[in-house]
């Protein structure tokens, strides 16, 4: 399914992952709009079926970031909205998305 097919209309792209992060068992790719936060995977390899976490930005009260490990790094970011999401995934790859979420929240 392409890109623009999880979007909404007049809704920006503001960050985009280079790999995949972990939400519970499964790994996902995010995306991070002007309006919500998307964790999108594709499964199956016969059947394929596109598995898709949403969560608006303006619903989020709590973000949190945490580091673990000396040499590789693993990180996880806790956004609590109407659901606890906890994302684990490389600390190149989730501070600046971190970063890009923080300054999202703070503009509204």
Do not use: C, W
Not at 6 to 15: G, I, Q, R, S
Not at 29 to 35: A, E, G, M, P, Q
């Amino acid at each position: 399914m392409p890109l623009q097919d999880f979007l909404l209309p007049l809704e920006n792209v503001k960050f985009h992952s280079k790999s995949s992060v972990r939400y519970g068992d499964k790994k996902y790719h995010v995306l991070i709009t002007d309006r919500r936060i998307i964790l999108f995977a594709q499964r199956g390899h016969i059947l394929k079926s596109d598995d898709i976490v949403s969560e608006r930005l303006d619903r989020l009260h709590g973000l949190e970031y945490s580091e673990k490990g000396l040499m590789f790094k693993i990180s996880k970011i806790s956004i609590q909205g109407t659901t606890r999401i906890d994302i684990h995934g490389p600390a190149s790859e989730l501070k600046p998305m971190f970063h890009n979420m923080q300054s999202l929240i703070n503009n509204e």
